[in-house]
C-alpha cells in the first residue's frame, strides 16, 4: 500500500508505473476524488469556526430570552456539518480502498517489458542431463514406479489434487524437511510452523486482499481463507507491531500447505502435479532495514538457490520485467529449474522485495536505535523451494531407463534408500 500523501504529490511516478507494468490507472478520478475530499474539510472546518463564534452569543441571547432564531440556524449548520464530515469519512474509505488496488513501484534496477519474454536471464548453474533414452514427463514416471496416484486425488476431491504413495510420500516429506534443516541450520532462519487458516486483516497486510480474492479458498460463514502462501502468515507475526531496530533482520521460514483456487491458464499444465490447488512450500521471509533490504533479497535468493546446487538440478536466475511482476513487490528473481521432458525451463521459486509496500498495509515499522520517529521495515519473500516442483524435478531430472529413480545425495540419508525401485 502506499502513503497517501507521496502518491499525491507524485501522480506522475504512478503513471509511469502503470505504463510500465501494462496497467490503467484512473488518476483522473483520483484527482476529483480529492478535489472534493479537500474542499469539504476547508469548508467544515469554516462551519465549526462559525458554529464555536455563534455559541458565545447564543449563550449571551438566552439570557435575554432572545436566542431562539440563532439556535435554529446553527442546528442547521450543526446538521451540514455532520453531513459533510459523513461525506469526508466515505471520501477517505474509498481513497484507501484505490490505494489497497495499486501495485508496487518497480525499482529502478527491474527491466522495462510486456511480458516473460522480457525477462532477463541473470545466470544459470549446472547442465541438463543426458540420456539414452526418451525422457518421460513425471506423471508417468511416477505412476510406472507406483509413487503418485492422480486417479484417486481425483475421486476423493477433484481435479488439480494428487496423492503421493510410498516412496512418493516419503520423497516430499524428505524434501521438505531437507530444505528447513538447511535454511535454519546453515542460512541462520528460525523456524515457525503457522496455522494454515488465516483471517481476512492478514490477507490484507500481506496483500493478497482485496486484489486476489478470486484466486483463494474462503471458510464458508467464518473469516478464515485457506492460506495461499505461508508468505502471510510469516509477514503478519508482526502486524501492527514496532520492532527495535537492533533486531532486524529477522530471517524465518515456514513449510504450509498451500492453496490457490486459480491454478493456471484454462487447459494449460492440466497433467501431472505441476498446477494444484493444494501444494506444499518452504518459504523464507525477511523483515529488514530499508537500507539493507536489497543486499538482503540478494543473500535470499542466494539462499534459495543453494537448494537447487545442493540437489544437483540445472536451473536458472530470472530477472522479471516491470509487465511479468507480482503485484506486491518491487524487484523479483525467479529461479526456474530445467524439466527434460518439456526441454523447458520452469518456476520453482519467486524471490521479491516488496520494499515497505507490505509493511505500511500492516503497519510493521521498526525503532531506530537513536531515536526519532519509527519507519516502515522492508520485507523480502521467496519460495525456498515449492515442494511438489522440487518433486517433480527430481523425479525428472533422475529417472532411469528401468524406471527406477536415483536419488541426490543429500536426500539418501532423509529416504534411507539411494534410489527409488520401479514397484514403488
Wanted: charged share 25%.
Amino acid at each position: 500500500m502506499h502513503d497517501l500523501n507521496y502518491f499525491r504529490d507524485h501522480l506522475d511516478v504512478f503513471a509511469d508505473m502503470a505504463k510500465k507494468r501494462g496497467i490503467t490507472l484512473d488518476l483522473d478520478a483520483f484527482r476529483a476524488l480529492d478535489k472534493e475530499r479537500r474542499e469539504l474539510i476547508t469548508a467544515n472546518e469554516q462551519r465549526k469556526a462559525q458554529r464555536n463564534k455563534a455559541s458565545e452569543e447564543i449563550a449571551r441571547l438566552r439570557k435575554e430570552k432572545n436566542g431562539d432564531a440563532l439556535i435554529a440556524e446553527m442546528k442547521q449548520l450543526s446538521d451540514l456539518i455532520k453531513k459533510s464530515d459523513e461525506r469526508v469519512a466515505e471520501l477517505d474509505t474509498r481513497q484507501r480502498d484505490l490505494l489497497l488496488t495499486i501495485p508496487n513501484v518497480p525499482h529502478s534496477s527491474v527491466p522495462v517489458g510486456a511480458s516473460s519474454a522480457d525477462n532477463v536471464e541473470i545466470r544459470r548453474w549446472g547442465a541438463p542431463p543426458k540420456f539414452d533414452f526418451q525422457p518421460k514427463p513425471h506423471w508417468e514416471v511416477g505412476e510406472g514406479a507406483g509413487i503418485l496416484d492422480l486417479p484417486a486425488a481425483t475421486k476423493i476431491t477433484g481435479a488439480r489434487f494428487a496423492v503421493y504413495k510410498s516412496w512418493g510420500a516419503r520423497l516430499e516429506r524428505a524434501l521438505a524437511n531437507f530444505f528447513l534443516d538447511v535454511h535454519t541450520r546453515e542460512h541462520g532462519y528460525t523456524e515457525i510452523l503457522p496455522p494454515f487458516l488465516v483471517n481476512t486483516a492478514s490477507l490484507m497486510g500481506a496483500g493478497q486482499l482485496p486484489k486476489f480474492a478470486a484466486d483463494l479458498f474462503k471458510v464458508e460463514n467464518t473469516d478464515f481463507w485457506l492460506t495461499p502462501t505461508s508468505e502471510v502468515e510469516l509477514h503478519n507475526l508482526y502486524r501492527d507491531e514496532a520492532i527495535p531496530e537492533e533486531k532486524l533482520p529477522i530471517h524465518v521460514t515456514a513449510w504450509t500447505a498451500c492453496f490457490r483456487s486459480e491454478a493456471g491458464a484454462a487447459g494449460k499444465d492440466t497433467r501431472g502435479i505441476l498446477r494444484q490447488h493444494q501444494f506444499q512450500k518452504v518459504e523464507l521471509f525477511k523483515f529488514t532495514h530499508p537500507e539493507k533490504s536489497y543486499e538482503e533479497h540478494e543473500a535470499l535468493t542466494r539462499n534459495a538457490e543453494s537448494i537447487l546446487q545442493k540437489l544437483g538440478l540445472h536451473y536458472r536466475t530470472m530477472l522479471l520485467c516491470t509487465g511479468d511482476m507480482g503485484f506486491a513487490s518491487a524487484k523479483t528473481y525467479d529461479l526456474e529449474v530445467w524439466l527434460p521432458s518439456s526441454s523447458e525451463f520452469r518456476e520453482i521459486s519467486s524471490c521479491s522485495n516488496c520494499e515497505a509496500f507490505q509493511s505500511r498495509r500492516a503497519g510493521i515499522r521498526f525503532k531506530p536505535k537513536a531515536g526519532g520517529k519509527s519507519e516502515f521495515v522492508h520485507t523480502l519473500n521467496g519460495s525456498g523451494l515449492a515442494v511438489g516442483r522440487t518433486w517433480i524435478a527430481i523425479v525428472e531430472n533422475y529417472q532411469q531407463p528401468d524406471g527406477s529413480i536415483l536419488l541426490p545425495d543429500v536426500l539418501r540419508p532423509y529416504m534411507g534408500i539411494d534410489r527409488i525401485p520401479t514397484t514403488g
